[in-house]
């Protein structure tokens, strides 16, 4: 595909460009504690290169990849492609083009980062609008499944975050933590309450 380049992450090859999110630690943690059972319906949202979509195929999963960045869906069909796997994947925002489908699980490595600027399709990866938590919330407003996996920063309103979650049903089942610099981010495994898994 036109544009893109391949890369190995976590000894996996995976396609991005220029207006592409490149993988980091946040992807590795989130990467850490994603569990999918076989023939779990999994959805992610903001795919990048996707390589958690691929990741969640390869354990098993039905995966759906969506992302607003057009560069981003394309990254995420090349890397699908070049590992031989079978991702649908969606150029659009959040879930605005899926009808009221529940999920088993989804996944969103969400821009958390308190910056709002979008000038670049890249600056959708991490501009999480001024307290860094809008996207995530947004997301929890969205979506439907009974397992969730996501991130955010010590630099986000992490406190409204997982306020907001509660309000939402959702519970902690698993959350991990990784220090970089003066940051900390943390992946989380939510469920919902009111489903039975």
């Given at each position: 595909m036109?544009?893109?380049?391949?890369?190995?992450?976590?000894?996996?090859k995976i396609?991005?460009?220029?207006?592409?999110y490149?993988?980091?630690d946040?992807t590795?943690?989130?990467m850490?504690?994603i569990?999918?059972?076989?023939?779990?319906?999994?959805?992610e949202?903001?795919?990048?290169?996707?390589?958690?979509?691929?990741?969640a195929?390869?354990?098993g999963?039905?995966v759906v990849?969506?992302?607003?960045?057009?560069?981003?869906?394309?990254?995420?069909?090349?890397?699908?492609?070049?590992?031989?796997?079978?991702i649908?994947?969606?150029?659009?925002?959040?879930?605005t083009?899926i009808?009221?489908?529940?999920?088993?699980?989804?996944?969103?490595?969400?821009?958390?980062?308190p910056?709002?600027e979008r000038?670049?399709?890249?600056?959708?990866?991490?501009?999480g609008?001024p307290?860094?938590?809008?996207?995530?919330?947004?997301?929890f407003?969205?979506?439907?499944a009974k397992?969730?996996y996501?991130?955010?920063?010590s630099?986000?309103?992490y406190e409204?975050?997982?306020?907001?979650?509660e309000?939402k049903?959702?519970?902690?089942?698993?959350?991990?933590?990784?220090?970089i610099g003066?940051?900390?981010?943390?992946?989380?495994?939510?469920?919902?309450?009111?489903?039975?898994?």
């Open positions: 036109e544009g893109q380049r391949i890369i190995e992450f976590n000894r996996i396609c991005i460009n220029n207006e592409t490149e993988p980091s946040d590795s943690l989130l850490s504690i569990d999918i059972k076989k023939g779990d319906k999994v959805i949202i903001g795919s990048g290169s996707g390589i958690l979509s691929l990741e195929f390869k354990m999963g039905e990849a969506i992302d607003i960045n057009p560069f981003a869906a394309i990254s995420t069909l090349c890397t699908s492609r070049i590992n031989s796997a079978w649908e994947v969606i150029n659009c925002e959040m879930l083009c009808r009221d489908v529940k999920f088993d699980v989804a996944i969103f490595n969400p821009p958390y980062l910056y709002e000038k670049e399709w890249i600056e959708y990866s991490w501009s609008g307290t860094g938590s809008e996207e995530l919330i947004r997301f407003d969205h979506v439907k397992r969730i996501t991130l955010y920063s630099l986000t309103d409204r975050v997982l306020s907001y979650a309000k049903g959702l519970t902690i089942r698993k959350k991990v933590e990784k220090n003066l940051e900390t981010i943390f992946a989380v495994e939510f469920h919902d309450k009111s489903s039975s898994s």
